[in-house]
């Protein structure tokens, strides 16, 4: 029971936080702010995750996991107060970088600790609801956004987003117990050793093996997001149809994240996150090569098929790879390192594209992928994972 009340109060917080992404691009607009300036707002969200994942996730190790997940949520709701406070571009500022700030305060103990929710063999389960969660809360939120703003107005919709991310805050407050700490629990690796920096835990293997594997999968799905509407426009595809082709890794993602659990039980995490890197790698390699709005769609659900299944697996196996007491840093890392990738993919790939064509950006992202997947597979992660931690 305590892992659904877990992935409610994580679908709650997602929804605002997701929402307010539209919420703040649209009402910008409406304040007459152009492209660049809407460009810098959204990316206020993601400057406090590039510089204070490690910071936060150290923190986090130190504490009951309730305590950073209420002042995160309190972060969250000011912010989407602000624009009732002081309508302006400024005060939209203000609250992309906060909210951007609390949402990593609540999501990194809550990342950390929800696999010992119900004890260790539930481990690979609660990390595949809680992103089932995520992908619900996504579709959700900007969803829900959208609707309000049409009938209440782009100032009201913030006091619903406000109430989404406010209500994690009392059931945190009266079940400080729900999230188990991770700072006493047993490292499937190191055992008590605990290393004196944060260099030393890509100093890990099998963890560096998976910081890697996780930025070149996240980095197909930034890609995708980013390149699939410029080359559906290049090929004629209507508005609608790109976003229908957009849509359906979110679909896949959904489907294989409930399947998850069961194939857990059958395949080892790493041998499941490996094959779900040469999925993708596949998806890349195919697209190219068609034009056509429904093979596409084809296409892109089974890259969300790969994306889907690999970020439930690289949270399972950070939380049993890193070393007692570290769980939460290493997922700070793993978050800066992501960071990263939502600033280079655009420019990257975007100027390859630009240099020398669609097809030299969706091969090359499908070799990179291919050798991520062959890193993996060469990883020595310990086999006995389903049984640490």
Not at 155 to 162: D, G, I, K, M
Request: glycine fraction near 10%; aromatic fraction near 10%.
């Amino acid at each position: 029971m305590a892992i659904y009340l877990v992935v409610l109060l994580s679908v709650l917080s997602q929804i605002g936080f997701g929402g307010s992404r539209v919420a703040v691009s649209l009402y910008a607009l409406e304040l007459g702010a152009n492209q660049l300036m809407v460009g810098v707002i959204v990316g206020l969200y993601s400057l406090c995750p590039m510089f204070l994942s490690i910071v936060i996730g150290r923190i986090s190790d130190r504490v009951s996991p309730h305590l950073p997940m209420i002042w995160g949520s309190v972060m969250m709701m000011v912010a989407l107060l602000l624009p009732l406070a002081s309508p302006g571009i400024a005060a939209l500022c203000v609250l992309a970088f906060l909210n951007g700030l609390g949402h990593l305060v609540f999501g990194i103990p809550l990342e950390a600790s929800v696999g010992g929710v119900g004890g260790k063999q539930h481990r690979t389960r609660n990390y595949a609801l809680i992103t089932m969660g995520w992908s619900a809360a996504n579709f959700l939120g900007p969803l829900i956004t959208g609707i309000l703003i049409d009938t209440i107005g782009h100032q009201r919709v913030f006091w619903v987003l406000a109430l989404f991310v406010a209500l994690p805050i009392p059931l945190l407050w009266w079940r400080p117990r729900l999230l188990p700490g991770t700072a006493k629990e047993a490292s499937g690796q190191n055992g008590s050793e605990t290393p004196k920096s944060v260099l030393d835990l890509w100093r890990i293997p099998a963890l560096r093996a998976t910081f890697i594997a996780g930025g070149i999968i996240g980095s197909a799905q930034d890609l995708f997001q980013f390149y699939m509407p410029v080359y559906g426009h290049a090929v004629g595809l209507s508005a609608s149809a790109i976003g229908a082709v957009l849509g359906m890794v979110a679909l896949a993602a959904f489907v294989i994240r409930a399947a998850i659990p069961f194939l857990a039980k059958k395949l080892r995490e790493a041998t499941i996150l490996t094959s779900a890197i040469f999925v993708a790698a596949l998806a890349y390699l195919l697209l190219p090569f068609f034009v056509n709005a429904y093979a596409l769609a084809v296409i892109a659900f089974l890259l969300g098929l790969g994306v889907g299944c690999a970020q439930p697996m690289i949270m399972s196996l950070l939380y049993v790879l890193a070393p007692a007491g570290r769980i939460a840093e290493a997922i700070g890392l793993y978050k800066t390192l992501r960071s990263v990738t939502h600033v280079v993919i655009p420019v990257c790939f975007g100027s390859v594209g630009t240099a020398f064509g669609f097809k030299t950006v969706f091969l090359s992202n499908s070799g990179i992928l291919a050798f991520g997947g062959y890193l993996q597979s060469r990883a020595r992660v310990p086999a006995n994972t389903s049984q640490t931690k």
